[in-house]
């Protein structure tokens, strides 16, 4: 059974920053993607980022590139997001997945394997 361990969610103020970590187990395949979605209240899921366990290739979404940077501990099975240069419109529920079919960053259709959730509030 696939489970996720998701943590480093919290309140911070704006310009600050935050780390979420995704703890992925209960799965044996060597080739797979992690992908950091979040969802605010009322709007749409949107994709964050994702990251390649095969090739370490990266992917992030036009509204986080540059401030947001995903990187994995392969030896731990643990994917972190760290967020920096934090804004209000970055709050949200943030939710790591699992896909074995392939990284994308853009859209949830290959993640099949949900976390269950970490909320980001950044105050202005």
């Known amino acids: 059974e696939v489970q996720f361990v998701e943590s480093g969610g919290g309140l911070v103020q704006a310009g600050g920053s935050l780390r979420l970590s995704c703890a992925a187990s209960?799965?044996?395949?060597?080739?797979?993607?992690i992908g950091w979605f979040r969802q605010a209240p009322g709007k749409e899921r949107e994709g964050v980022s994702c990251?390649?366990?095969?090739?370490?290739?990266?992917f992030y979404g036009d509204s986080v590139k540059g401030r947001f940077t995903i990187s994995s501990d392969n030896a731990k099975n643990t994917v972190y997001l760290q967020m920096n240069s934090l804004k209000p419109e970055d709050t949200a529920v943030y939710y790591c997945?699992?896909?074995?079919?392939?990284?994308?960053?853009?859209?949830?259709?290959?993640?099949?394997?949900w976390g269950q959730g970490t909320q980001v509030t950044v105050s202005s």
């Open positions: 997945a699992l896909s074995f079919d392939g990284p994308r960053w853009d859209t949830a259709d290959p993640y099949d394997y």
């Open positions: 209960g799965f044996t395949f060597d080739d797979y993607a």
């Open positions: 990251i390649s366990k095969s090739d370490g290739s990266t």
